[in-house]
């Protein structure tokens, strides 16, 4: 602040007022000018100077101080206390012009912060996060719901793919809150991604929670951005979501063995950390075990349904409903199936795929016996008992109105 002070007097002539009598010419005369200025200055709640439109370097950070203390005095303090402050890294290093920057409402993308932290931008680029928002534009969910509302749904969290600041919350960009697995949990949470609640289920959760100590528990980040990588598909060799014990890259493309095992050997050399090497291989091994097994159950539950569709039995009918917004008029089981405009059977199936399967497979990799089995596995089983049932509800409907 003592800068932006100085660089106001420096533009302030020489005042006409007169000294309090008696100290006229004095020191302490001076001093209660001083006083006086900078209380009218830091009480105004208007711009001293308006940026130009057009102008990009020679705008006095000081300017944009006077307003924004005042309009936006939360972000303003975030970035007193920031590093970005203390290095002298003002707001139209990272901002553009003024009168542009209102218009976008300011909003600073990853490849301007690549400017400074080039290395970190290369490899946030490798990551899943840097194609979250194309993936989800595509995405048959996201284009069922209402336009007007998608802002507030899929895009909050999907926007990572254009903003650092998802992780490291503006204007502070405080690594140790980026750091926490409270950060990770505002997106990766919730029934179809309880990432969040399987890790606290775990031990390595648990520890951590009780400790404090990250020198004894790993965090998110101890394993999906080791040694400080911003790729943060970091070891993951793994299909996503929706598939089985596909090898995909980032954008679901085949990859070969050899990189599959290149990927698992970059998080066994992660695990044995703390843990042997064939204690790594063993429950990661198991892990791939567990998902092989979600997906079988899942696969049954898919075939019941399918069965139930070829004797025409489904209300409302394929024919009868909105076209898929990618798909067009097909059953779509599993993704990316919706869940509206559809059948109580495919609604059963939905939860199994989408929720309950999610559960059994990351929790494993998660080593969160509790998420793998009651909140995962159980349910499925239960969900194929349903499903059954429910197939043979609508048989039974079906030969009562023939009759």
């Known amino acids: 602040m003592r800068n932006y002070i100085k660089i106001f007097f420096k533009r302030t002539p020489p005042h006409p007022l007169p000294l309090p009598r008696g100290e006229r010419g004095s020191v302490r005369g001076y001093i209660w000018i001083s006083v006086l200025l900078i209380a009218i200055y830091l009480s105004t709640t208007t711009c001293v100077r308006a940026p130009r439109k057009g102008i990009v370097s020679g705008i006095d950070p000081g300017f944009c101080i006077g307003c924004h203390q005042e309009v936006t005095p939360g972000l303003f303090q975030s970035w007193v206390e920031s590093k970005h402050a203390k290095k002298g890294v003002h707001c139209m290093t990272c901002h553009i012009d003024h009168q542009v920057a209102s218009e976008q409402k300011a909003m600073?993308?990853?490849?301007?912060?690549g400017e400074c932290h080039k290395k970190q931008l290369e490899e946030f680029r490798k990551s899943r996060h840097s194609i979250g928002f194309d993936r989800m534009r595509i995405q048959g969910e996201y284009l069922g719901i209402p336009q007007e509302i998608r802002a507030a749904f899929c895009e909050r969290c999907h926007s990572v793919q254009k903003r650092c600041n998802s992780c490291h919350t503006s204007h502070r960009f405080s690594l140790k809150e980026a750091r926490d697995p409270d950060a990770c949990g505002s997106c990766h949470l919730g029934p179809d991604h309880p990432h969040k609640e399987m890790y606290e289920a775990s031990l390595h959760g648990t520890i951590y929670k009780v400790t404090q100590d990250s020198g004894r528990a790993p965090r998110c980040i101890t394993c999906h951005m080791a040694?400080?990588?911003?790729?943060?598909s970091f070891g993951i060799a793994r299909g996503p979501a929706g598939t089985r014990s596909q090898v995909v890259d980032m954008k679901e493309?085949?990859?070969?063995?050899?990189?599959?095992e290149r990927r698992r050997e970059e998080m066994i050399g992660v695990c044995t950390g703390c843990h042997s090497r064939r204690f790594a291989q063993e429950q990661l091994g198991n892990a791939d075990q567990v998902k092989e097994a979600g997906f079988e159950l899942q696969e049954k539950g898919k075939e019941a349904i399918q069965e139930i569709a070829k004797e025409g039995l489904l209300y409302p009918s394929i024919s009868e409903r909105m076209p898929h917004p990618t798909e067009g008029r097909t059953l779509v089981l599993a993704d990316p199936q919706l869940y509206v405009g559809t059948s109580h059977i495919e609604r059963l199936f939905f939860t199994m795929f989408k929720f309950h399967n999610i559960r059994v497979w990351k929790s494993g990799y998660h080593f969160s016996?509790?998420?793998t089995h009651g909140y995962g596995w159980a349910e499925m089983q239960m969900d194929l008992v349903d499903i059954k049932e429910e197939a043979e509800k609508l048989r039974e409907i079906f030969k009562e109105r023939k009759k």
């Open 253 to 260: 493309v085949p990859i070969s063995k050899e990189e599959e």
């Open 369 to 371: 016996p509790s998420y």
């Open 227 to 232: 040694n400080g990588t911003h790729n943060s």
């Open 108 to 113: 600073v993308f990853p490849e301007k912060c």
